[in-house]
T-cell receptor
């Protein structure tokens, strides 16, 4: 069971460089999410996608763009990296629930540790 | 808006000690409540959940009870092990279409 797969695991960038973080899930989930994790800040939502073809901003979207390429893949792009974007990035996905269930159980990848110098 | 407040860590315990990590929430309506755990070098994974008042979630010896009157969802374990060392996150959601709101996390270290 692969679950949610993120690549790369580690990346070092120079200020101004661009890169794309990749995320893929094999659980046929409709919803996908990108978070960043910083010390003392917990997880903050960057962008999310409720279904293929739709994306919405989260709490901290500035400096990022996303693409929901298909149902499986949801990528996060940094167009011009800044030191403030040094963080650990997590992708997550969640399944549909039926019968009006009030759950939003999310499944996380192992993360990408990004340093911007 | 919706928010989650967790006790600040880090928390350091000896093996077999009793654990409590406090979590309180602010939300309109009736949210679902979750505890996620993050082991070193890994992503978060669901530990337990409760979807309505007075529900008790449990898993791996951990328990938490949804207390609407005190807006709390405290995590407890009667006897911790070294392998429980991790960061624990409390979270809420008001339904499937609502995003998860996380607390800041509490780091637990259990010494042999």
């Amino acid at each position: 069971n692969a679950g949610v797969t993120q690549t790369p695991k580690f990346q070092v960038l120079k200020t101004g460089q661009s890169m794309t973080l990749q995320c893929a899930q094999d659980m046929n989930h409709n919803s996908m999410y990108w978070y960043r994790q910083d010390p003392g800040m917990g997880l903050r939502l960057i962008y999310y996608s409720a279904s293929e073809g739709t994306t919405d901003k989260g709490e901290v979207p500035n400096g990022y763009n996303v693409s929901r390429l298909n149902k499986r893949e949801f990528s996060l792009r940094l167009e011009s990296a800044a030191p403030s974007q040094t963080s650990v990035y997590f992708c997550a996905s969640s399944p549909e629930t039926s019968g009006g269930a009030r759950e939003n159980i999310q499944y996380f990848g192992a993360g990408t540790r990004l340093s911007v110098l | 808006g919706n928010s989650v407040t967790q006790m600040e860590g880090p928390v350091t315990l000896s093996e077999e000690a009793f654990l409590t990590i406090n979590c309180t929430y602010t939300a309109t309506g009736y949210p679902s409540l979750f505890w996620y755990v993050q082991y070193p070098g890994e992503g978060l994974q669901l530990l337990l959940k409760a979807t309505k008042a007075d529900d008790k979630g449990s898993n791996k010896g951990f328990e938490a009870t949804y207390r609407k009157e005190t807006t709390s969802f405290h995590l407890e374990k009667g006897s911790v092990q070294v392998s429980d060392s991790a960061v624990y996150f409390c979270a809420l959601s008001k339904g499937f279409s609502e995003k998860l709101v996380f607390g800041k996390g509490t780091k637990l270290t259990v010494n042999p």
